[in-house]
C-alpha cells in the first residue's frame, strides 16, 4: 500500500499470482472488485495490470482521494468478502500488498495508450458500470493486453474516464477495430451521449493531439519541425535581453537557467504550438486534405526556419 498522510490522495495495489487454469474466473471476479471498489465511499480511480513475462502476478490499483477513504475499502467488509471468493484462484490463496511503482512505470513505458472520455447520459451511471465489466472482460482476452485504467468524473468533470494499455499499436488497433467491441458499442448507445479518444503514443501527447478523423497523432518527426520552429526565437531573445539581465543581478547559474527554460516551455505551449499547429494543421492531419496543399507545407516550413534566421542574424 502507498499512502501518504490524511487528506493526501492514496493508492492500494493487491497483486497475485492467478492459476492458469482460472484465469476466465479470475477476470470476471476482478471485475467486480472494481466495481465495488468505484463504489466505495471516496474511490478515485481503478487500473488493472495484466500479468507479463517480467510481472507474473496480475495487480489491481485502487486509488482513493483520502488515506482514510483507503483504510475503510481496505478493512471493510466487502473487500474482505470479494478477497476471500477469489483466494482459490490464485496460488496459495495469497494476496501480496505492493507499492507498485516500478511495475507500472515499465507498463507506461512499454505500451501503446487509448484515452477514452465518455459522457454518460443522466440516470446511467449504474447501466454504464455494467457495461464498463462486460468490456473490460472481453479487451483482456485480446493478444497484447496489459491493463485498463477507470476513473469516474469528478466535480468539475462531465465523463469517465477509460485508459487502454496494449503491448504495441498493432494490437491495441485490433481490439478498437473488432468485431467484440463494436458489438459493445452498439450496446451502449442508449447509455452514453457521446465519446472523445485521443491515442497517446507521441513524445508530445499535450502539445499535438491525435488526428479527430483518424484517431492517430502527427508523425514525431513533424510535431519536433514545429517545436524547433516555436522554440528558437524564444531562445534567440532570451539569450539577448534575459541573460544580461540575470547576469547584472547575479543570479546563480542553474537558477538562472531553469528561470529561463520555463519561460522557454511556457510560451512553446501558449501561445506559439497552438499558432503552429493551426498553421500547418493540413501537414500534421493530411487525411482528406488537397494534395497540393499538403505539398506546399513543408516549403512553407522551410521559408519559416529562413525568415527567422534572417530577422534574428545580427541578434547577438
Not at 36 to 46: R, V, Y
Not at 70 to 89: I, K, T, Y
Request: aromatic fraction near 10%.
Amino acid at each position: 500500500m502507498g499512502a501518504t498522510q490524511a487528506g493526501q490522495s492514496a493508492t492500494l495495489v493487491v497483486c497475485a499470482r492467478v492459476r492458469p487454469e482460472s484465469e476466465s474466473a479470475f477476470a470476471q471476479w476482478h471485475a467486480k472488485w472494481q466495481s465495488e471498489m468505484l463504489a466505495s465511499p471516496g474511490a478515485d480511480s481503478f487500473e488493472y495490470v495484466a500479468p507479463t513475462p517480467d510481472q507474473e502476478e496480475a495487480a489491481l490499483v485502487g486509488r482513493f482521494r483520502t488515506v482514510d477513504a483507503l483504510r475503510v475499502w481496505r478493512h471493510g467488509s466487502d473487500n474482505l468478502a470479494l478477497l476471500d471468493e477469489a483466494r482459490p484462484m490464485v496460488e496459495g490463496g495469497v494476496f501480496v500488498q505492493l507499492a507498485g511503482q516500478a511495475a507500472l512505470e515499465y507498463y507506461a513505458q512499454h505500451s501503446a495508450t487509448e484515452v477514452i472520455i465518455t459522457r454518460i447520459k443522466a440516470g446511467n451511471e449504474p447501466a454504464y458500470r455494467a457495461f464498463a465489466d462486460r468490456i473490460q472482460k472481453v479487451q483482456e482476452r485480446f493478444p497484447g493486453y496489459i491493463g485498463s485504467f477507470v476513473q469516474p468524473p469528478h466535480q468539475r468533470e462531465s465523463g469517465w474516464t477509460t485508459v487502454l494499455r496494449f503491448d504495441s499499436v498493432p494490437r491495441l488497433n485490433a481490439w478498437l477495430s473488432s468485431p467484440e467491441r463494436a458489438a459493445l458499442l452498439e450496446e451502449s448507445h442508449d447509455l452514453i451521449e457521446g465519446f472523445e479518444a485521443q491515442r497517446v503514443d507521441t513524445s508530445f501527447p499535450g502539445w499535438v493531439p491525435a488526428d479527430p478523423a483518424t484517431g492517430r497523432p502527427p508523425n514525431m518527426w513533424k510535431t519536433a519541425s514545429l517545436v524547433l520552429l516555436t522554440l528558437f526565437p524564444i531562445v534567440m531573445l532570451e539569450l539577448r535581453f534575459l541573460n544580461p539581465i540575470l547576469r547584472s543581478v547575479a543570479t546563480p547559474p542553474a537558477l538562472g537557467t531553469f528561470a529561463g527554460n520555463a519561460i522557454s516551455v511556457l510560451l512553446t505551449t501558449w501561445p506559439f504550438m497552438p499558432l503552429a499547429i493551426a498553421l500547418f494543421t493540413p501537414w500534421l492531419y493530411p487525411e482528406g486534405r488537397p494534395r497540393a496543399l499538403v505539398n506546399a507545407m513543408p516549403v512553407l516550413l522551410v521559408c519559416a526556419y529562413a525568415l527567422e534566421i534572417l530577422v534574428l542574424w545580427r541578434l547577438l
